[in-house]
């Protein structure tokens, strides 16, 4: 049942806020017997974006692959949908007797805000949102400002102009985080280095997570402009990003998943490295605690030293700079370079 867990060994780190009355799920809502069975909820792209959803996706199938008999019902977000789908998609999942439901997404947050206090004995988890709380919610969640940090250090230490770019799907507080760290990475290595930040929409808009033309004019600008680096944080839309990459002969850097192993192979080898979360253990891992009857609610941390964001090699890109990275990454680790979300 841990087998998945051993790939980052000790990856959890439990964060239990003052105050906000986090306690054992298990408590309020008494696990029931059988095998699990499991509502998924994706966000916009669903299984198969080669992002953020297939990160949530590996956790499900792995989970499926290691735990008894569970069962999995998986519905994703529809393009341009009003907010109120997401709360009758998890409303649908609750009548039917699925739990626990992840919700793969902070914009959720309304839904389960909603659902969960009707829905007592019904666990749920939600991805990248401290907000919602709740005696049966967990909340899983990403120091990405960490892994963006060394993100930007390989950028400023790659562009050969002393110029790099940022594209967000939206301005919103989670893509905010990976601006934060970003920026901070470059100004560390290049104080004086020039860096491009384009949000595609404004916070509450999720189009900007698929619509890979708006970010790839985004980024023909930036490379245009002097970029020799740009990262993407905008779901779908990065496909746009690598495309104009490949045309301006220049990097670009991927999100969530190790993009050069899932991008369209025409664009792969522009892909300097990807900043990755491992959203997929923190799926199994819940999913885990949750079959075992330790499921505890409140946020459950993911951070560069528990192995929950990292960096990939795929390529052979960075190889030259790892070892620095490797060394800021140690200097993350135990405090002597602070990385603040923003």
Not at 7 to 28: L, P, Q
Not at 302 to 316: A, E, H, P, Q, R
Request: glycine share 12%.
């Amino acid at each position: 049942m841990r087998a998945f867990r051993a790939v980052t060994a000790g990856v959890v780190a439990v964060v239990v806020a003052a105050g906000a009355g986090c306690h054992g799920g298990a408590d309020a809502a008494p696990p029931r017997t059988g095998p699990l069975r499991v509502g998924l909820a994706y966000d916009i792209g669903g299984r198969g974006d080669k992002s953020y959803n297939d990160a949530a996706a590996a956790g499900i199938d792995e989970a499926m692959r290691n735990l008894s008999g569970m069962r999995v019902k998986e519905v994703a977000a529809a393009r341009g949908e009003p907010a109120r789908r997401k709360v009758e998609r998890v409303r649908a999942l609750a009548e039917a007797g699925y739990d626990p439901i992840v919700a793969v997404g902070y914009s959720y947050a309304p839904a389960l805000r909603r659902i969960a206090p009707r829905f007592p004995r019904t666990r749920f988890a939600i991805l990248d949102e401290p907000s919602v709380s709740g005696p049966n919610i967990t909340n899983l969640l990403f120091a990405e400002e960490q892994g963006s940090f060394l993100m930007g250090a390989a950028a400023a230490m790659k562009s050969r102009t002393g110029d790099v770019g940022f594209v967000g799907g939206n301005r919103s507080p989670l893509v905010r985080k990976f601006e934060a760290g970003y920026v901070q990475g470059v100004k560390h290595v290049n104080p004086r280095a020039r860096i491009r930040i384009v949000y595609l929409t404004g916070p509450h808009d999720l189009r900007g997570f698929e619509s890979p033309a708006k970010a790839r004019r985004a980024a023909r600008r930036m490379y245009r402009a002097g970029a020799g680096v740009v990262y993407q944080v905008a779901g779908a839309s990065g496909a746009g990003v690598f495309r104009e990459a490949k045309d301006a002969g220049a990097w670009a850097i991927g999100v969530d998943y190790d993009q050069a192993k899932t991008a369209d192979p025409a664009v792969r080898d522009v892909i300097l490295t990807s900043m990755i979360k491992r959203i997929d253990v923190a799926v199994y891992d819940y999913l885990a605690d949750v079959a075992d009857r330790t499921v505890t609610s409140g946020p459950v941390v993911y951070d560069l030293k528990l192995g929950g964001v990292d960096y990939t090699l795929t390529g052979g890109h960075i190889t030259d700079i790892q070892p620095r990275l490797e060394q800021l990454k140690q200097e993350i680790i135990h405090g002597r370079v602070k990385v603040s979300p923003g």
